[in-house]
């Protein structure tokens, strides 16, 4: 089973550039972030004949997120984190695929740094693990997948010295990281690249992609059962070098059934 987390940066947009990829990767569920398209402007149609059955929560200009199955139709179980009873940003989405229950998550940005987007951020962050701990005491073989908007640790990040005072290198935020996979959860790139330096962002600003000036924000989280059938982990960042594409590469896992 192949699952894949891609930040598309706009799904309507960049609707060529998903298609083309899914007909390359043949992922069996996808993960998709940043959808920029309200509800009834997302390319369900087109997606649906690509082979896939889709859930998602749009928003006009910002966010969205989006559970894609293969040859299935995904289960919603829920739609935004407990808590956020009153938030109008769409940035959490559940599913049950294949015996799975999987989480696609965007986590807010949170610059500047200081000010009430970063404290938003933590909270966040804070109600990410509660409900994360909820779903781990179920017992049900689960992945988190998304752009977390952190970099966990300096081998994440081109230049870490530059990044102190950024939200997404925060040390507050790199410790809710640490917090999160300290319940029990494998970070499924890190556990099986434990040295390399690998990423999954590329800024459009500064030639950063002909650099290789990128960050690694875009994670999987996987319960003790999915870890242990956790068979591969890749980047597919060929996929950030093509014309109008993502400043995110897909990433994906294999695990075996």
Not at 13 to 34: A, F, T
Not at 62 to 69: C, F, P, S, Y
Not at 94 to 122: D, Q, R, S, T
Request: hydrophobic share 40%.
């Amino acid at each position: 089973m192949k699952i894949a987390t891609y930040n598309v940066n706009g799904v309507n947009g960049r609707l060529s550039i998903l298609l083309r990829w899914l007909e390359e990767r043949q992922p069996d569920v996808v993960c998709l972030q940043e959808l920029k398209s309200p509800d009834e402007k997302f390319p369900r149609k087109a997606i649906e004949a690509a082979g896939y059955g889709v859930v998602y929560q749009g928003q006009s200009r910002w966010n969205g997120v989006a559970i894609l199955a293969r040859d299935a139709d995904p289960i919603e179980t829920r739609r935004g984190l407990p808590g956020y009873d009153h938030d109008r940003e769409s940035r959490y989405i559940e599913a049950a695929v294949n015996g799975h229950l999987i989480a696609c998550l965007y986590v807010p940005n949170g610059n500047p740094y200081p000010g009430p987007k970063f404290e938003n951020k933590l909270r966040w962050y804070q109600r990410l693990q509660d409900h994360a701990a909820e779903l781990l005491a179920s017992g049900a073989p689960v992945i988190l997948a998304g752009d977390f908007n952190v970099m966990p640790t300096d081998l994440d990040v081109y230049a870490p010295e530059r990044w102190q005072n950024d939200a997404l290198f925060r040390v507050e935020v790199r410790d809710a990281y640490a917090r999160l996979i300290a319940q029990g959860w494998t970070d499924a790139v890190r556990h099986l690249h434990p040295n390399e330096r690998i990423y999954t962002f590329w800024d459009y600003l500064r030639h950063r992609w002909e650099r290789d000036a990128g960050l690694r924000i875009d994670h999987f989280l996987l319960s003790p059962d999915v870890a242990q059938r956790l068979k591969k982990a890749e980047v597919d960042r060929h996929v950030r070098g093509w014309e109008k594409t993502s400043d995110h590469a897909p990433v994906w896992i294999e695990i075996k059934p």
